[in-house]
């Protein structure tokens, strides 16, 4: 028999990857969305090309990973390459790991693993041997993969500045931002945007913890100051992932626990304005619950799956969020035309601002970009097992 809280520890932090057209293990080792969890990758053999140096691309932007360091706790493979072969390989799988102190094991049947997340609860429990393992649910995880200072990516276009919350947010997020003409500027999760949010053009939401990572109910500070700025300001704003569940809550809709959470990269998902069928990468155990919108607000995206709701969008106003990943790096990339849809909005909205008799002070300056970082700041790599190697 396992303990009971041993079981739901096991149930809530293994994740089981499908690795068939999915990311790297690198993107997917350093995507914050694992912080604390311990990831089994079910394809036969990981890490034969190795693990890529820490490049930058022309923004500054991390090129092979989503963060810069591992945030999953635990690796487990079936087979890992002792040889890698790739040309931008400095690195195997296994010297990664030692390097991050993450505990990596192999020669496991990883597809058999799987019933693990059904296991069955025994009644015997030690208080004083359970007490030594934290329940995943139970801590922030958001604030451990959260910048603790604003940092700032420029576009080489500049045509428009986004504030970003950062609950989380990956590389290819900001990419996909920059990419597309946007300058970002993004501020701790628990930041107070709707004191600022004139400054700038949109506002973006992405928690990598759900996508940030955790329970959403942690956030008061984040889904507050949201219905703050909801409130107070006409900006567009979206939400991607865990940013779709705090809009949701901000909104006053309710979000519920999915029975088994939609983890995969080839969930189906229907646009309810187009009715069309697009192919998703998902990772969180939390949706919020479509009955309970808003009036102004409507369903956006439905699960083709389990029915669940995937996205919400105001009727009138430039709101909208997924739950899905539209970045997906490293694909499905259905859905990336959702950035260019949403700064579309935020193209509009700026050029109705030039009719306003805006003070132009309160833009951001030129300076305040500059002395800020282009990284996240104070963001450290995950604690020790400690007492999980212990078990």
């Not at 040309?87 to 990664?96: D, I, K, M, N, R």
């Not at 509009?348 to 305040?368: E, H, I, V, W």
Request: hydrophobic letters at 35%; one cysteine or more.
């Amino acid at each position: 028999m396992v303990p009971s809280s041993m079981a739901s520890r096991l149930e809530q932090n293994l994740i089981f990857l499908e690795k068939r057209f999915s990311p790297p293990h690198t993107e997917s080792l350093s995507d914050p969305s694992y912080r604390g969890q311990i990831l089994i990758f079910t394809q036969p053999l990981i890490g034969n090309y190795g693990v890529p140096s820490s490049a930058r691309d022309k923004y500054g932007l991390l090129k092979h990973f989503e963060s810069p360091y591992i945030q999953a706790s635990g690796v487990v493979v079936a087979d890992t390459a002792e040889q890698y072969s790739h040309w931008t390989a400095v690195e195997s799988l296994a010297e990664w790991c030692v390097r991050e102190r993450i505990p990596l094991i192999s020669g496991v049947d990883t597809r058999a693993i799987a019933p693990l997340a059904k296991i069955t609860v025994g009644e015997e429990y030690d208080a004083d041997e359970d007490e030594a393992f934290e329940d995943p649910e139970q801590i922030n995880l958001v604030k451990q993969v959260s910048t603790k200072i604003p940092f700032h990516i420029s576009s080489p276009a500049d045509d428009m500045h986004i504030a970003l919350i950062d609950c989380g947010v990956k590389e290819s997020i900001l990419r996909n931002l920059v990419s597309r003409g946007a300058s970002v500027t993004a501020f701790p999760y628990n930041f107070p945007i709707h004191e600022i949010a004139s400054r700038f053009d949109g506002t973006f939401i992405y928690n990598g913890v759900a996508n940030g990572p955790g329970d959403q109910t942690h956030l008061h500070d984040t889904v507050h100051h949201l219905r703050r700025l909801i409130e107070t300001s006409q900006i567009p704003i979206t939400g991607v992932c865990m940013g779709h569940q705090l809009l949701g809550l901000a909104t006053d809709a309710q979000t519920t626990k999915l029975k088994y959470g939609n983890r995969a990269h080839n969930i189906p998902v229907v646009d309810l304005t187009t009715n069309r069928c697009y192919i998703t990468s998902q990772n969180h155990g939390y949706a919020v619950d479509a009955t309970t919108l808003s009036p102004g607000f409507r369903p956006y995206f439905v699960n083709l799956n389990d029915g669940s709701n995937e996205g919400m969008i105001h009727i009138s106003r430039p709101i909208c969020s997924v739950q899905f990943h539209p970045e997906a790096s490293g694909g499905p990339m259905d859905c990336t035309y959702l950035f260019d849809t949403w700064l579309d909005s935020v193209k509009r909205y700026k050029d109705n601002q030039r009719f306003c008799a805006l003070d132009q002070g309160t833009r951001p300056s030129p300076l305040s970009e500059e002395v800020m970082g282009s990284e996240r700041i104070g963001v450290a790599p995950r604690e020790d097992m400690g007492n999980i190697l212990k078990y």
